[in-house]
């Protein structure tokens, strides 16, 4: 559908980059886009609204996630399940690469990719492959904190969220359907 794509980035500290993407992906599904949602460190039993929402089948988004189980404090001292992830992420990212080449899809969403790159956890030649080797017309948007200069120079557009003030601060806890 679109005539020209472009790469996107949604970073930065502020809460909002996942939720901005689903829009867009919610936005292109609407206008007749194929869209994919990857979601990456976001294994498939996190209680995920989004992705249950999408589950109903009202809207045709796909949406599938980094099989690899992953806890944001405890992981990264695994050296073997940073290893696993690792790979796992470049795995998949060549498998993505593909699906942009053929252009399986008019939206790759890579939710948490940019935390990853700026985590080691994926590679910037592998981002970067997938971006120079997809269709033309094919859409990325890469969310996650942490975009670096090289990142940053690769994309199109870069919003970065920034937090004013958070409940979190006052020991508000995530909630069900509006943080998760």
Known sequence: MLEKGLVQVYTGEGKGKTTAAFGLALRAAGQG?????????????????????????AVRI????????????????????????????HDVLTKLAETAQKRFYDVLILDEIVFCLSHDLATLADIKTLIEGRDPAVEIVLTGRGATAELVELADLVT?????????????????????
Request: net charge negative; hydrophobic share 40%.
């Open 160 to 180: 970065e969220m920034r937090c004013v003030k958070h409940p979190f601060d006052q020991g508000v806890g995530a909630r069900r359907g509006i943080d998760y």
């Open 62 to 89: 796909r949406v599938e996630a980094l099989e690899e189980e992953w806890d944001m404090v405890a992981s990264f001292d695994d050296q073997q399940k940073v290893a696993q992830t690792r790979t796992a992420i």
């Open 33 to 57: 886009n194929k869209v994919l949602v990857y979601q990456f460190l976001k294994p498939p039993s996190l209680d995920v609204g989004e992705r249950f929402a999408l589950q109903l089948g």
